[in-house]
């Protein structure tokens, strides 16, 4: 090797880095560049040494990692991330293009993950799972993590914890930095290395320069209590030494800066095999999976990570003037948010940052001055625009891309194939996806995603639909993040494709559910997710635990979520009928339990059975219009026998006010109550012999949730109300005033306020049962049939109905 020159001794070139710093990156490339080894060692897990030929593939672009996990229990997994501008994935591409063998020597995976299995209180990095390894790459102590070694003639030993001189949580840049007069490490890091030209020195000095810097630190600091760092150094001084043994040396190693002094040491092979002896292993496999540069971030929680990956990112691919072009960026972004932005902006913001350097004795302008001059000029003076250049530039949300050579599970790959079917790419930036479901692409689209929600792959969540509320419409919150490779592998034990894996996955949840209603919710699943074949385990399992539950609350709990699925049938083309005879029998249960279960509750237990009381009426208006015609046909009875229930429900006494209100309330908006008869019954409930707590609960009940308009249209329920109110005793009206307080905060602003009208001038006026109300704009003594068939058209197109359609919904 063109080795010793320029500084370099005899040995392999150890090449000591910053993981993720470009500038150790471009270092690196220079160094190899003027060493030309014949091999180059990277710390890395062995086992991924049959993927490095794929980081030349077109398709390969970091940032990206490579996932280790166990066979047994995917779920246990360690990443070791690679970005474009991390040392590691430069000496991989430097390695491929000049035709150089590439080998990872780190300690190999298979013990890496078994560690983590048998001590988990010492996990650590960049993870995923339930049960979390220690990364060995968050691990490396470079610039981010404790000393883990002491450089000696013979295999370090770990110092005593107790000892107050050794700093078990040092920071070897924050440590280097105070030394040199800093207060912030990656300014230091910065103005020292980000800032230095490459070419024009000696390529090596850098390297010998931070050796010096680490070997100090270590004979200060010690091993800093992280024993395992032992194990994998002894690993690694192995596999150099097998390296010089086949190339001399011409061996050129790239790790973090912090083990080149335990790389340096001369220690036996005996001694270095003795600490690898006994370790635990398991089974792993290893491949390539996307990353993104949030991840990188500190603020996910990766040991070894940077505060601001799309800033390195920036500084290492700009060719020059990287101030420039930043500003240029941040521009280019504010523009994008409608924010107005000139040339003349990103001048004074250039001038200002670097008149901000030279003002702070720095080099060149780091982050922090950029930050300044463009909190300065284009945020005037304000931190929430300048948030957004953090979010999306500072940090950013670049995601890798893998090539499909890469080894998968065979799930990924029908994943893979499913995506660019449907035409549906998984990105980094969190975004909303608006579906038509009578669309095929669209329902397709819908169909995989309710598939890997059921998995428990959590790309994409469900999000209210803007401008519609029909059953055809679906919107989606996506946002791929690189933990769901894990989860992919997890699910990859149910099945190797995606409906496969969903079917059986839904059969073992429906078997193992602890409740009726994650059954009736796991039956909804299975219909926006399309799996016929899961129904049956599903409906038999529904069937037996519902005829075994007598809990009413339980029963009225599952119907809602069990009738909503009924509309799929039309929306998706899915035969539900048995699912309408299961609803069905289950609605029946509810009607005779349910008078009995409202007697005797107090107020929080009145309150949830009134919720339930909702949605068993909003769930059996359902089953009624689906049992109209169809298997279900004979249950078309549903809403007479339930206006039984409410009738009797209405004249108990010893029901809470609340729900007896609710009732009311219920049988009037169905026109099984006249309004002469709900007012009766209000006439009694506020009259003077019934205490004024209970009075206010049935009013809570009778016109809380949207009931203002009752009041506003009927006068005479309002006179009751009204005349109610002026005669509750002083002593008791602090007591009933929360419940009306809750009662009317709930109404529409313009709903309060014709009220307030309308007492203010005396309700109950007026004859008639459902006046107008006089002098207030937009009543009418009667409706006006010309400005309501002015409305039909518009009705339609929103509804997409004919006119048939359309006036069988209005009748």
């Known amino acids: ?82 970005a474009e501008f991390s040392p590691e994935w430069v000496a991989i591409r430097w390695a491929l293009e000049h035709e150089v063998p590439a080998r990872f020597i780190d300690l190999p995976a298979t013990h890496t993950l078994a560690w983590g299995k048998d001590d988990e209180a010492d996990a650590e990095g960049e993870l995923t799972g339930e049960e979390q390894p220690p990364d060995p790459t968050a691990e490396t102590p470079t610039a981010e993590t404790p000393a883990a070694g002491t450089p000696s003639s013979e295999p370090p030993s770990a110092p005593d914890p107790s000892d107050p001189d050794i700093d078990l949580r040092v920071d070897p840049l924050a440590v280097l930095a105070e030394a040199a007069g800093y207060d912030d490490p990656e300014r230091w890091w910065e103005d020292v290395v980000e800032h230095r030209g490459v070419g024009e020195r000696d390529a090596f000095a850098p390297f010998t320069a931070l050796e010096e810097a680490m070997g100090a630190l270590r004979e200060t600091y010690g091993v800093g209590g992280r024993d395992r760092d032992l194990v994998r150094e002894a690993y690694m001084r192995l596999q150099v030494r097998a390296a010089q043994r086949e190339f001399e040396d011409d061996v050129a190693v790239v790790c973090g800066a912090w083990h080149v002094p335990a790389l340096r040491q001369k220690a036996s092979v005996a001694a270095d095999r003795a600490l690898l002896k006994g370790l635990p292993k398991v089974k792993a496999d290893l491949t390539w999976v996307p990353w993104t540069h949030r991840r990188l971030s500190r603020a996910s929680g990766y040991g070894a990570g940077i505060d601001s990956p799309g800033w390195y990112g920036h500084l290492f691919s700009a060719p020059d003037r990287p101030v420039e072009r930043w500003m240029t960026k941040v521009a280019g972004l504010f523009r994008e948010e409608d924010r107005i932005v000139s040339p003349a902006h990103v001048i004074e913001a250039v001038r200002l940052a670097e008149t901000l350097a030279v003002m702070r004795g720095r080099p060149l302008p780091g982050l922090g001055e950029t930050t300044d001059a463009v909190r300065a000029v284009m945020c005037e003076g304000s931190d929430v625009p300048l948030s957004l250049v953090r979010d999306r530039l500072v940090v950013g949300d670049v995601l890798g891309e893998v090539p499909p050579g890469a080894p998968a599970v065979p799930l990924q790959r029908d994943l893979d194939r499913s995506q660019r079917r449907l035409r549906i790419k998984p990105e980094a930036l969190e975004r909303e996806l608006e579906l038509d479901l009578r669309k095929e692409i669209d329902a397709g689209r819908s169909t995989l995603l309710h598939r890997l929600r059921l998995l428990r792959i959590e790309w994409g969540e469900p999000a209210a639909s803007r401008g519609s509320t029909g059953t055809f419409r679906e919107t989606w919150r996506l946002r791929w993040e690189p933990e769901l490779a894990v989860r992919v592998a997890e699910a990859g034990v149910w099945g190797t494709t995606v409906p496969a894996a969903a079917t059986a996955k839904a059969e073992a949840d429906a078997v193992g559910a602890e409740s009726l209603a994650d059954v009736t919710a796991l039956a909804e699943h299975c219909l926006l997710a399309e799996l016929p074949d899961a129904l049956p385990v599903v409906m038999k399992v529904l069937a037996d635990r519902a005829a075994l539950d007598t809990d009413v609350g339980h029963l009225a709990q599952a119907l809602p979520a069990l009738v909503r699925s009924l509309r799929y049938g039309d929306v998706r083309g899915t035969d539900t009928g048995a699912l309408t005879e299961v609803a069905a029998g289950l609605a029946e249960r509810v009607f005779v339990g349910l008078p009995p279960a409202c007697a005797a509750l107090d107020g929080d237990a009145a309150e949830e059975m009134r919720r339930h009381v909702d949605a068993v009426h909003g769930a059996v208006g359902l089953l009624g219009d689906a049992g109209g015609s169809g298997p279900g046909s004979g249950h078309g009875d549903l809403r007479v026998r339930w206006r039984a229930v409410l009738r009797t429900l209405s004249a108990r006494d010893t029901v809470p006010g609340v729900i007896r209100g609710r009732a009311v309330r219920l049988l009037l908006d169905e026109g099984e109550l006249g309004a002469d008869e709900a007012a009766r019954l209000m006439g009694l409930v506020l009259s003077p012999g019934t205490p004024p707590a209970d009075a206010a609960a049935w009013i809570e009940g009778f016109v809380g949730g949207g009931g203002g308009l009752l009041l506003v249209h009927d006068e005479r329920l309002l006179g009751l109300v009204d005349e109610w109110l002026t005669r509750v005793p002083a002593e008791a009206f602090t007591d009933v005033l929360p419940l009306l307080r809750r009662t009317f905060s709930s109404y529409e602003p313009g709903v309060r306020r014709t009220l307030g009208e309308l007492v203010r001038r005396g309700p109950g006026k007026q004859t008639g049962t459902t006046t107008a109300v006089a002098g207030i704009p937009g009543f009418g003594a009667e409706p006006d049939a010309g400005r309501a068939d002015a409305v039909v058209p518009v009705l339609r197109l929103l509804l997409g109905l004919d006119d048939d359609e359309l006036v069988g919904v209005a009748g």
């Open 1 to 82: 090797m063109a080795g010793t020159e320029g500084g370099r001794g005899a040995g392999p070139l150890l090449l000591g880095v910053r993981h993720h710093g470009p500038g150790s990156a471009r270092a690196v490339r220079a160094a190899l560049a003027a060493a030309r080894p014949r091999v180059v060692l990277i710390e890395g897990p062995p086992e991924a040494d049959a993927l490095i030929p794929l980081a030349a593939d077109e398709g390969m672009r970091p940032p990206v990692a490579l996932l280790a996990h166990a066979v047994d229990e995917p779920g246990r997994s360690a990443f070791w991330p690679l």
